[in-house]
């Protein structure tokens, strides 16, 4: 049913399945510092086994991002969120 509704791109992330946010993160990490001068949040729905895979490659491209995680109602991470203070 959910390959029904959802794009391809979201349900095929690569063997750990954050593919298309780790290749976010790295054209973040890209942009000229004017372009982000006022600072950034990205908030992103992740599987609750995927914070780990995404906190170590967004604290080394984005050294002063403060990085956390929520939680869902059961208590399982669902939403990554990385704030980078502006430049």
Do not use: C, M
């Not at 029904?4 to 791109?9: F, G, N, S, T, V």
């Amino acid at each position: 049913e959910i390959r029904q509704h959802e794009p391809r791109l979201a349900l095929y992330g690569g063997p750990d399945g954050t593919r298309l946010l780790r290749k976010l993160l790295a054209q973040l990490a890209k942009l000229r510092p004017r372009q982000l001068s006022s600072g950034w949040t990205l908030l992103a729905e992740i599987d609750p086994h995927q914070y780990r895979q995404l906190r170590a490659p967004a604290h080394r491209l984005f050294p002063e991002a403060k990085i956390r995680a929520v939680k869902d109602l059961a208590g399982k991470t669902r939403v990554v969120v990385i704030k980078n203070p502006p430049r």
